[in-house]
């Protein structure tokens, strides 16, 4: 049987998990991604430093979505620990240690935004050596994000096997978690083996996937909660 417990943890990672996302997505769509240049990070550290504001509300965003990374383990961990005690603790493990890299690249894009904007940096660097320093930091931390990113597919991927093992949704939709979320380790794992990889895949498409899936879930649960697996065999 589920208990009350399990089915408010649920919902706190599937509320959590959406409200994380949202203001994520509109801190991209309006204050990062309109200044990013894809595979240049010079000049993408160029176009943050003339509007730093703007990336400093990313940041902000971005702190808010690093905060929910920390609740929605702990929350996945509640709810699937009655079905694996030891794989749920990896599970919300490798998702804790995303949440690390993810603050690891917030740093890296607030020191390469400083790098670029402190007058104390301007008076010693050119401005091409300056534009240069804080494109090799903001690409530093793509490559903390792409390690998270690997941690955070394995995660999903151990916690879509519980939510398989217990039925509590249904299992094509566990089976589709389990796929999606190995893709996404697969490619975050290539990718930093060879850059070469994203020739064959685009990174673009490396997440995509698997947030559909988390989607999908935590929709399921606000909508259809978790179902008994007594129920489900009736």
Sequence with gaps: MIDLSQRFAARVFAITYFLALAI???GFSRF??????????????????????AIHRYIVCAL??????????????RTLKPVGHGMAFFAALCWVLYACMWFVFLLDLFGGLRIVSDAAYQSVFEPQRL????????????????IGLA????GLAVFSLLFFKSRYIPRALAAV??????????????????????TIVSPS???????????????WILVRGLRPLEKQRS
């Design 24 to 26: 994520l997505l509109v």
């Design 151 to 154: 941690f955070n597919g394995v």
């Design 205 to 219: 498409w490396y997440e995509p996937p698997a947030m559909l899936f988390e989607v999908v879930l935590c929709g």
């Design 64 to 77: 808010i979505y690093g905060m929910g990374l920390v609740v929605m383990p702990a929350a996945l961990y």
């Design 32 to 53: 990062y991604g309109p200044y990013l240049v894809w595979d240049n990070d010079t000049q993408t550290a160029a176009n943050f430093a003339a509007h730093a504001p």
């Design 131 to 146: 534009q240069a320093l804080a494109g090799l930091q903001l690409a530093l931390g793509w490559d903390a994000y792409y």
């Design 177 to 198: 978690g389990i796929a999606t979320s190995l893709f996404e380790s697969i490619c975050g794992l290539a990718y930093l083996m060879n850059r070469s990889f994203e």
